[in-house]
């Protein structure tokens, strides 16, 4: 287990290198800088502990109420713009305490306080921060989530999640510490003024991104900017055989894993099409493909988009590429372009994609915002919504996205976590097609 924490500690400080992190730095910086040592603490220890409580130790209480945490993000993110202004535009901050009276006053209070004070204000504005923060998770959190969600929090589970939040807060403890000696380094009250301003538009433009949605476009595009393989580098770090066993012993639970025992299926292929031409431009000669066991049933699932709902054995005879995805999830934002790609490319030569919902955060489980999404991103294979993990459990899985492709017979050849080797997953699903099963 100790081994676990410090991956998880590792992961945690990693996550200010992934752009789905960029939102909060800004966030973060104003609602720190203008105040002393008490109110960083404040900010940081409210920001750890209000992600801790909701995709944790409340995780599974939300689930079973159907309750989910979109509006309060939004109102979070609302509250974090006021503050912001109240910084920017000195008028605002008046305007707001004169009109508004305790409401407004307890916004100024909490950007104007004393240094050595704030503490409890800058509480309040972390646990803000921390409801607006849907950090690119990786297998270790990914594992830790999915336990909660369906057997609520435990001692291991919580340990896990605050070594990741603590490691977390370390880069942005330095950004915070960072902005309050920009602060004092400026000297006279007019640039101080001006640097204050800075931060406030800063808070300003980050919370309006988030109500917007247009957060998600410019990480899409940072992540497009950075060396081909940033994030999977960053997730590479968890992906040790051994971490996977421990996060799995979390289960409480038997699942239907993948690579079990059984009997091989006969295909019903019958006469195989001849293949279309590949999307991709360099793909491999061949992929080594395995026989890792018989694919999981659906199960749990709440809805279906897209479809009826299906089943594998009403899948038999097609080529099949299970995909587990959440909207929110901006390594699944950069690989959808190429599970459409292939959908729509070998669609008619016998491929079937399914692409399985499961929810990182409780605003993901939302029927309707799921809905939005897929129309959104223009998704037309059909999607299976699997809120309560069961689906996910059943095959094991781990991290978001992830692919299982599985033959004609209905058993697993092939897994690919994560982003990237595009031309290798399309050699896979070409081998796949061309077997006869």
């Known amino acids: 287990m100790l081994v676990v924490l410090g991956f998880a500690f590792v992961a945690g400080i990693l996550t200010i290198l992934a752009p789905c992190t960029l939102p909060v730095v800004p966030l973060v910086l104003g609602a720190s800088a ?16 209000a992600f801790l409580l909701v995709t944790v130790v409340l995780a599974s209480v939300l689930a079973d109420a159907g309750l989910t945490t979109d509006r309060l993000r939004v109102a979070s993110a609302l509250f974090l713009a006021l503050v912001g202004l109240t910084l920017a535009v000195a008028r605002i901050g008046e305007w707001t305490e004169r009109r508004l009276a305790p409401a407004a006053q307890l916004g100024t ?29 990786g297998p270790i959190m990914a594992g830790v989530v999915a336990v909660a969600v369906i057997h609520g929090p435990s001692p291991e589970t919580v340990a896990v999640a605050l070594a990741y939040v603590a490691g977390a807060i370390v880069p942005l403890s330095f950004v915070a510490l960072w902005g309050q000696r920009a602060s004092v380094a400026v000297g006279r009250n007019a640039r101080r003024a001006r640097l204050r301003q800075g931060f406030g538009w800063a808070m300003v433009v980050s919370a309006m991104l988030i109500v917007s949605g247009l957060d998600l476009t410019i990480e899409n595009g940072v992540a497009d900017a950075l060396p081909p393989g940033w994030n999977g580098a960053l997730a590479a770090v968890e992906q040790q055989p051994g971490i996977q066993q421990e996060i799995d012993m979390l289960r409480t639970t038997p699942s239907t894993a993948p690579g079990g025992s059984g009997s091989p299926v006969t295909g019903e292929a019958g006469n195989l099409p001849a293949l279309p031409a590949p999307v991709g431009t360099s793909l491999p000669s061949e992929v080594a493909l395995e026989d890792l066991g018989p694919a999981p049933e659906f199960t749990g699932i709440d809805a279906w988009i897209n479809t009826d709902p299906l089943t594998m054995g ?124």
């Open 314 to 437: 009403s899948l038999r005879g097609k080529v099949v590429l299970v995909e587990f995805w959440t909207f929110g999830c901006i390594n699944c934002i950069h690989v959808q372009p190429y599970v459409k790609a292939w959908y729509d490319r070998y669609a008619s030569a016998g491929l079937v994609v399914v692409g399985v919902h499961t929810p990182e955060l409780s605003f993901e489980r939302d029927l309707a915002n799921v809905q939005d999404a897929v129309a959104s991103a223009d998704i037309r294979f059909p999607v299976a919504v699997d809120p309560s993990f069961a689906t996910w459990n059943a095959y094991r899985n781990g991290y978001w996205p992830a692919f299982y492709f599985i033959d004609r017979a209905g058993r697993i050849r092939h897994t690919r976590i994560g982003e990237g080797d595009y031309e290798g997953s399309e050699q896979v699903i070409r081998e796949l097609l061309a077997e006869d099963g």
């Open 34 to 49: 203008t105040g002393g040592r008490r109110r960083t603490l404040g900010v940081l220890v409210g920001f750890g502990g």
């Open 109 to 137: 209070r909490l950007v104007d306080g004393q240094p050595g004070g704030g503490l409890v204000g800058g509480i309040v504005l972390g646990s803000s921060i921390g409801l607006l923060w849907a950090p690119c998770v």
